[in-house]
C-alpha cells in the first residue's frame, strides 16, 4: 500500500510540472463584485414595503375627476417612503410629503419651501393627510389645487380640507403663494358673516314641521319649514348666529374663486340634525386688504316641506 501511495504522489507532482511547463494554471476564484449603489434618484416604492397610502386609494386618487391636474405617487428615499405630487405641464413643480405627514415642502422654479401648518379648532395641527374622498362619504377630503387666486397670473397652491363623517362637515382652504416664498394668503372665513345676513322669525307649526319666515339682507323673504316632533316646545326654538354644523367651501379653479355654503335652521331643546334652507356666497382676492374674503351677495335657498 505505501508502494502505491509513493507512486500516485510522484504521478501528480509529474502532472503539476506539466502544467508548468505548458504555461497553463489552474483557473483563479473571480473577484468579488463590487457593491451596486443606490440611485440617487428616488424610485417607487416596492410592493412589499409598508405603504403611505393603499394602492387602492393612490388609484382613486390620481383619476381625472379627483386628482386637481396632479399626478400623486408613493416614492422611496434611503428606505423612507413618502408622497410626491407633479404637475405634467409643470416639469419645475413639485409637493413632497413625508412618511408621518407632518411636513409638505415644493419645489418651484428653483426655489424650496416648507409649507406652514394650520391649527384645527381646537389648537392643534391639521396633518398632510391626502385624501380625494376615497372610501365614501366618512373618508373626508383633504386635497391640494394650483389655482390663480389673486388674479397676477401666476398660480396659487390651495388646499382644501373637509371634516370626517356625516355630520358636523368642517371645511378648511388654505391658500399659499408658490410664486413667492411659500407664505400664507389669508381666507377669511364667511360663516359670522352669511349667518347675520338673514333673520328667521317661527311663526307657527304645522303637520309636524315649524313654519317661518325668512328675510334677507335685501328685504326679501321666504316661506321655510323645519321638521319639528313636539308641539308643545315648537315655541323654545329660535335661531342663533354663527356657524352651522355644515358649512362648506369648495374651489372653482376655471373663474379663480372660493364658494362657501352653509346650511342654517333654527335650534332648541332636543334638536338635531335638521336644516330650513342654504346660505350661498363666494370669496375673492381682495388687493387692498391682501386677503381672500366674502365679495359678493350671500343668497337664500330653503328646502321643500318636509314630510311629518
Given at each position: 500500500m505505501r508502494e502505491k501511495a509513493i507512486l500516485w504522489a510522484l504521478l501528480l507532482a509529474l502532472i503539476l510540472t506539466a502544467c508548468g511547463q505548458s504555461g497553463e494554471t489552474l483557473p483563479e476564484e473571480p473577484p468579488p463584485e463590487p457593491e451596486m449603489e443606490?440611485?440617487?434618484?428616488?424610485?417607487e416604492v416596492p410592493r412589499n414595503r409598508q405603504r403611505i397610502m393603499s394602492e387602492e386609494?393612490?388609484?382613486y386618487t390620481n383619476q381625472e375627476d379627483c386628482s386637481n391636474g396632479f399626478l400623486l405617487a408613493e416614492r422611496g428615499e434611503g428606505g423612507t417612503p413618502f408622497l410626491e405630487f407633479t404637475r405634467p405641464e409643470e416639469p419645475n413643480f413639485s409637493l413632497c410629503i413625508n412618511r408621518d405627514l407632518t411636513e409638505a415642502v415644493v419645489d418651484y422654479q428653483g426655489r424650496t419651501m416648507t409649507l406652514g401648518r394650520v391649527?384645527?379648532?381646537?389648537?392643534?395641527?391639521y396633518d398632510w393627510d391626502v385624501s380625494a374622498g376615497y372610501g365614501g362619504l366618512v373618508s373626508g377630503y383633504s386635497m391640494p389645487f394650483w389655482v390663480?387666486?389673486?388674479g397676477d397670473g401666476q398660480p396659487e397652491l390651495a388646499w382644501l380640507r373637509h371634516g370626517y363623517g356625516t355630520g358636523f362637515h368642517e371645511s378648511v382652504c388654505t391658500v399659499y403663494n408658490i410664486s413667492g416664498e411659500g407664505e400664507i394668503i389669508s381666507l377669511v372665513e364667511p360663516w359670522e358673516e352669511m349667518a347675520a345676513s338673514v333673520t328667521v322669525e317661527p311663526q307657527d307649526w304645522e303637520d309636524g314641521c315649524i313654519r317661518s319666515l325668512v328675510t334677507d339682507g335685501e328685504g326679501n323673504t321666504y316661506t321655510?319649514?323645519?321638521?319639528?316632533g313636539q308641539e308643545e316646545t315648537w315655541q323654545q326654538v329660535c335661531y342663533q348666529l354663527g356657524k352651522s354644523g355644515w358649512a362648506s367651501l369648495e374651489i372653482d379653479q376655471e373663474r379663480g374663486i372660493v364658494e362657501a355654503v352653509m346650511m342654517f335652521g333654527l335650534?332648541?331643546?332636543?334638536?338635531?340634525?335638521?336644516y330650513m334652507g342654504e346660505l350661498h356666497t363666494e370669496l375673492s382676492y381682495d388687493a387692498e386688504r391682501g386677503v381672500i374674503a366674502c365679495s359678493g351677495p350671500i343668497s337664500v335657498s330653503v328646502f321643500d316641506k318636509p314630510e311629518a
Open positions: 443606490e440611485p440617487e434618484h428616488s424610485e386609494a393612490l388609484e391649527e384645527t379648532p381646537n389648537g392643534s395641527l390663480d387666486l389673486t321655510a319649514w323645519q321638521y319639528w335650534e332648541g331643546p332636543h334638536f338635531f340634525g335638521m
